[in-house]
């Protein structure tokens, strides 16, 4: 009778928090090839660690702050990431004119001498290209000596963040950016915050 009397109350108070409109925001949800987006409980601000730009300058996650940004760490030798960033690309494409940042960084030692090439044979014409041949961005290693920003739980991954630089959370694996799931999941990351 005690467990009636519970699960009766507890489906009372579920009616009525989304009756007055409860406070609690329902999770981002995307399902990749082989693993769902994860979010991050805490969030934390992205520090400003550097990677580098096609023609090897440093910048940051700063100069992104006020735009929603997925920042996608690969490598050229991986297969999943190269499956996966044609419909990056066309998401970049998709999305031009609006809030969303699309950051594609490679992970790969020679930097720009393996991204570039990459870039070239998989006709990616519309996300920049970004290295962190030196690990000062991402890390697998888990000392991290660099102190970099972002864990490489397997490769590709993308980390969503907030207008304000908050990490909201990851993927990992291949994911389809054309999919009606991913276009519900850029969606909410692009509604302005209540």
């Known amino acids: 009778m005690q467990f009636l009397r519970c699960l009766l109350v507890s489906a009372i108070f579920t009616i009525s928090a989304s009756a007055i409109g ?25 520090r400003n660690t550097r990677f580098y730009d096609r023609r090897n300058h440093p910048t940051d996650i700063g100069a992104y ?36 940042v699309i950051i594609p960084v490679s992970i790969d030692k020679d930097g720009l001498l393996a991204a570039i090439p990459f870039y070239r044979r998989l006709g990616l014409e519309n996300i920049d290209l970004f290295v962190d041949p030196n690990g000062e961005t991402a890390y697998s290693d888990h000392d991290n000596p660099k102190n970099a920003e972002f864990a490489l739980y397997g490769l590709p991954i993308t980390y969503a963040l907030d207008r304000d630089g908050r990490i909201l959370g990851y993927i990992t694996g291949m994911v389809d950016w054309q999919s009606d799931d991913a276009a519900d999941f850029i969606d909410r990351l692009l509604r302005p915050a209540k």
């Not at 409860?22 to 992205?46: C, N």
């Not at 190269?82 to 609006?98: F, R």
């Open 22 to 46: 409860g406070t609690e925001a329902s999770p981002l949800t995307l399902i990749g090839e082989s693993s769902q987006f994860v979010e991050l409980d805490p969030q934390r601000i992205a």
């Open 65 to 100: 702050r006020g735009k929603v940004v997925l920042i996608n760490f690969w490598a050229s030798w991986c297969l999943p990431c190269m499956a996966e960033m044609p419909s990056l690309d066309q998401l970049a494409n998709d999305h031009s004119n609006d809030d969303l």
